[in-house]
């Protein structure tokens, strides 16, 4: 089998063994070879695998279209996609974050949707900077999953025992109030993030870095985060004070998820998290959650105390270059991220209607029945707030992102355990960016 220089450099860059493949297998499998039946072989990471299927049973039902769906843990989803695309037989449509999508664009493994029927008509129907996250070199290439911004959760009970009154509005203020839960035996460890390495990007990250008007790169990707941005080494340091001096950080973090985490703060067991707002739902939900009715969301705390911003996401579904069912798979697409016959947004808004999950849709913003369900989980002046003001990263549009994200998770990691100084931690980091456009020209 050949491999061109991009894959190949992808599988170097995430740590793959190269696929050993006879010539005969490699001349007979393709990107998306589809599962053999005429099916559409469809993957994506494990997020609510059953509601997924539930979704897929209905497209089924309602166009005939046989779909073989594979849901893959969230970590190594896409470890196990480019081992499938590198190596022969991957999916026919997949979900994709908008971190990858420069990456698998370059390795071949996507194609565009211009001129297929109705994504025109999408990309007019959803906000600009969903559709410049799903937009690689001039080319569109998939319609919206779902989109989000990062916040701050707290849960205002726990706050309330510890006579604090407000969230906070900066970081010191927020390892203060922290302070003052574990001192009053509240709880060890007030703060929770996910600090596992993983494949997937570390949202937190960038939301606290965003909060304070930081970034770590400049509009032409050059690293900034050791010379003229002070914001990513002045995030760190108090990252690593809050978790190796004042011990508010659960040392734990370094190994746990999301779900994790997220199933802490169900429990009562963190009083603070930084997470996306559709957190807040599921936080919020009486059925799942001990912690319901007490989650509130707040704009990210910043080093000033003064209001900055936060990150933003696209989540997307993609058509895989080589797929042999390309008309049915589009067909999918189009019912999980396009609009119905109704011009409707249906999959968008099962997902926000189920799980609270952001939209790309703009006319959903006005939807009464979409703010009705808002108004159940979260303040819909402060989720919208939070939306207004969050940008999303501006190096997703290079090939090296997704390394250059795994090499940071590591640094962060050494940050949390006092295993690197801050000021190493940015050096390493802007060093690493400079290996990783030498290793991609």
Known sequence: MELNRRQILKYAGLGLAMPAVSPLLAACS???AGSGDGSVKFEGWDYEAALVQQNLDNFTKTTNIKVDYTPITSAQYVQKVVAEFTGGGGPDALYVYDDSLAAWVDGDYLQPLDGLPGVDEVYAAIYPGNAAAMTYQGKRYGLPYYTD????????EILDKAGIKKPPASLEELEAQAVKIKEAGLLEYPIGVPAQ???????WVWALIFGSGGNMFDEQQAPIMNTTDTVVKDVFSWLQQ??????VI???CLQLLAVP???AM???RYAYTIGARYASRDYNDAAKSKAAGKIRLALVPSLDGKEHGTVSNTR??????DTEVKDDAFKLLTYLGGLDANKQPYTAKFWFLQRGLGFAYKSMASDPEVTASLEKFADPKVYAHLGEIATPRNVLGVPWYTEFEIEMHKVVQGVLSNQVQPAAAVAGLAQTVETLKKKYN
Not at 149 to 156: A, K, P, Q, V
Not at 197 to 203: E, R, Y
Not at 242 to 247: E, G, L
């Open 316 to 321: 997307l579904y993609a058509l895989a270059k």
């Open 261 to 263: 985490v997220d199933n």
């Open 242 to 247: 809050a978790a190796t001096k004042s011990k």
């Open 266 to 268: 169900k429990a009562n």
């Open 30 to 32: 393709g990107g998306g």
């Open 197 to 203: 390495l993983s494949d997937t990007w570390w949202a």
């Open 149 to 156: 911004s990062n916040c701050l959760l707290y849960n205002s």
């Open 250 to 252: 659960d040392p734990a």
